[in-house]
């Protein structure tokens, strides 16, 4: 109670709660920005929003929170989506609700509308995206829609601000001068003596007609309307070219972030460690003992500075990249490409979605999966997502590639590493489907549930703002996480190097304990040790063998390939470590990140320790196999 008086003395204002709710893909996330200037992530694709988000604006002198419900195409189903979004909507916590639609699509939209009309009042419809409306042709009469709900309805373009300030005016009226609640609009059959299957289906019947009836009655449609999404659909989602120029897409981004990358990231390696001596005078300036100036220097900030080093500039790339082909609706032909694939594996198509935002970081993806309706189904896609490589792991990847598998330099090498680095990528999809499987047919056994995967229109993608949001919102973000684990790591392993056990340090004495695995496996004990060590961080599995190797008290950086190569060549490195290695790489356990992830997603420390096991143990007989068929 003292904290409420004191809000009311401060601000003065009137407080008013705004449900926003809509079908997935309207633009909804892109209102919720628009009006409250936050910054939450927005995509083109359907289920991207799964959980409630809450933000203010002030309009006319009184505050408004504004409530984000998760896209969701009816209240009728049972989905996670549409529960949260119809038992908020029923609670009558909200003083309106905002509906947002598509104006290229509004006779799908209506459905919804006319649910949430049954609910509550009052409630708004936002008719949003008339600016792609107006480019395909596609006319919304306003008025007429409106005198035919009975309620407001305000034409917006969000993306570019048109139509915000009518809608808040609308808001405003909404709560302090309510129209009437409306008729009933909606005719329903006599539903006496049937079951309840049969009676829910009547009811969505009536409604998909009257939504169809209003539609027709407000849009003007042109013919030709959709012929460019068909058309690129052709070529995107047909049997004989949607796999191959998703390959040829997936191949070109790589190749961008691995040609893009490498300046960047020696200029900005070059600047953080140039500051280690002028950080050490300043520790010794406060008269720091030099054994702890060490461990700061040597093993935090070194650790620090290669992560952000390594890290940074191909996440700078890959994320805009990647988040260019969500803008533009891509991502949902993937998974209409390998919704098959999964169905057979016993999973769902949309964990190709996940899958995917596990490119970027495995965390991510793990997250992503709210957007699977199935908890069986979900959990098998938070338990293999992390068989598909994250940014972290790419630069070990790249590296081993360029070293000892691409003879060529320039415009071919780089060309020939991204082909095989998309090889690996192939590989590590096909070993998802297989776990996804093995996990289905074992410990997750069900039957692949069905979802409706909506195509949404194809949309000239915001250069500019996904650019700044991708750095912002995902690149920042992960690089953020990956500096709070990578500072302990940087000093574990600093005490490692630099405490003795008899002859040797705590490191080498640990690295010839797993020798014998590694040399089963192909591979060699500080190899093993370096990847266990880069559990908080799997950018830094490459300066901790190079610690390990010179016997070094610190990370130790290298000036080129070459001198890298050099050096693993010398402690008995051969075409075979390197291939087990890049598998190793691969497909092993999850960072530390990703594990606290699975946790707090499964709510179970048994899932997580699998979801540890199943890439680990892929990784161990894979290396095995290989090294008895190539020794």
Known sequence: ?????????????????????????????????????????????PGKTVATARGTFTYGGETYTLVDLPGTYSLLADSAEEEIARDYIRSGEADATVVVADATCLERNLNLTLQVMECTHPVILCVNLLDEAEKKGIAVDLTALQDALGIPVIGTAAGGGRGLDALRAAVRQ??????????PIVSYPDTEGLCADQRQDAIAGALLTRARELAAAAVRTPEDAHRRD?????????????????????????????????VPSELLSRLLFSL?????????????????????????????????????????????????????????????????????????????LT?????????????????????????????????????????????????????????????????????????????TLLASRLLSRTVLKGTPSSFSLELPPYRMPRVGQV?????????????????????????????LANL???????????????DPLGRAMGMDGMILLAFL?????????????????????????????????????????????????????????????????????????????????LPTAAGVVLCMAVNLLLH
């Open 355 to 431: 899958m995917c935002m596990g490119f970027g970081c495995n965390a991510c993806g793990v997250m992503g999966c709210r957007i699977i309706d199935s908890p069986r189904e979900r959990l098998i896609a938070i338990l293999t997502n992390s068989f598909v490589p994250c940014n972290g792991r790419f630069p070990t990847l790249i590296a081993l590639i360029t070293m000892f598998f691409v003879t060529g330099s320039g415009l071919t090498g780089s060309l020939l590493s991204a082909a095989l680095l998309l090889a690996a990528i192939v590989l590590a999809v096909a070993m």
């Open 1 to 45: 109670m003292p904290h409420r008086i004191k809000k009311v003395r401060l601000s003065n204002l009137a407080s008013y709660t705004i449900a926003l709710a809509g079908n997935p893909n309207v633009g909804k996330s892109t209102v919720f920005n628009a009006l409250t200037n936050l910054h939450q992530h927005t995509g083109n694709w």
């Open 467 to 495: 650019i700044l949001r991708s750095v912002l919102d995902r690149t920042l973000f992960v690089l953020g996480r990956a500096v709070m684990v990578a500072a302990p790591a940087g000093l574990l392993i600093w005490l």
């Open 500 to 514: 003795p056990a008899g002859d040797a340090s705590l490191l080498s004495a640990s690295a010839r304990l797993l």
């Open 230 to 262: 068909r058309r690129l659909d052709r070529l995107f989602t047909s049997k004989a070219t949607g796999i191959p120029v998703m390959l040829l897409l997936l191949g070109a981004v790589f190749w961008l972030t691995i040609t893009g990358a490498n």
């Open 276 to 352: 280690q001596e002028p950080l050490r005078s300043a520790l010794a300036y406060i008269h720091l003992p030099a054994l702890l100036q060490s461990a700061l220097v040597d093993g935090v900030y070194r650790t620090v500075a290669w992560v952000v080093s390594v890290m940074l500039p191909p996440m700078a790339i890959f994320f805009p990249l990647f988040t260019l082909l969500e803008d533009a609706g891509y991502l949902p032909r993937v998974a209409f490409n390998l919704d098959h694939h999964f169905k057979c594996a016993g999973a769902c198509g949309r964990q190709s």
């Open 533 to 613: 060590l880069g559990f908080p961080a799997n950018e830094i599995v490459i300066p901790i063998l190079l610690m390990g190797y010179l016997s070094a008290g610190s990370l130790t950086d290298y000036a080129t390939l070459g001198e890298l190569k050099a050096l693993l060549l010398a402690n008995g490195w051969t075409l075979r470590t390197a291939f087990c290695a890049a598998l190793f790489t691969l497909f092993h356990f999850p960072c530390g990140t990703t594990c606290l992830t699975i946790r707090r997603e499964t709510g179970s420390w048994k899932w997580t320790a699998l979801g540890v096991a």
């Open 174 to 183: 909404a709560v302090h001068t309510p129209l009437p609640p409306p008729p």
